[in-house]
């Protein structure tokens, strides 16, 4: 089991910039594919970005292409999710998810993550 904690949310002004990163402990996280999601008030939560296990490969959100980027350091433990030119409508809660039965599989779907971080808050003001 692993046991996953994000940090790096906070209030920034639209067209800034915030990194958020997901630590993880209890075992290595080479071995699981990561994804970011968010849930803003009101709504369900949503894919944001996926990365492979060794990091060769990613997959982006349409609504964040461009603007954000996963990442991952195996050699930390830890998960990244760089994001520029932040708008209001990016304000959310933002979950790291880790997926241990994806091989090396670029996932999107909520229900095939195992294991899911507390979030963190990430608010955008205009």
């Known amino acids: 089991q692993v046991q996953l904690v994000e940090s790096g949310g906070g209030l920034v002004q639209a067209g800034g910039s915030l990194r958020l990163s997901c630590a993880a402990s209890?075992?290595?996280?080479?071995?699981?594919?990561m994804g970011w999601f968010r849930q803003a008030p009101g709504k369900e939560r949503e894919f944001v970005a996926t990365?492979?296990?060794?990091?060769?490969?990613?997959y982006h959100a349409d609504s964040v292409k461009g603007r954000f980027t996963i990442s991952r350091d195996n050699a930390k433990n830890t998960v990244y999710l760089q994001m520029n030119s932040l708008k209001p409508d990016d304000t959310a809660v933002y979950y790291c998810?880790?997926?241990?039965?994806?091989?090396?599989?670029?996932?999107?779907?909520?229900?095939?993550?195992?294991?899911w971080g507390q979030g963190t808050q990430v608010t955008v003001s205009a």
């Open positions: 998810a880790a997926d241990y039965r994806a091989l090396d599989r670029l996932v999107m779907a909520e229900y095939e993550y195992d294991y």
């Open positions: 209890g075992r290595t996280l080479s071995t699981y594919t």
């Open positions: 990365i492979t296990r060794s990091g060769g490969r990613t």
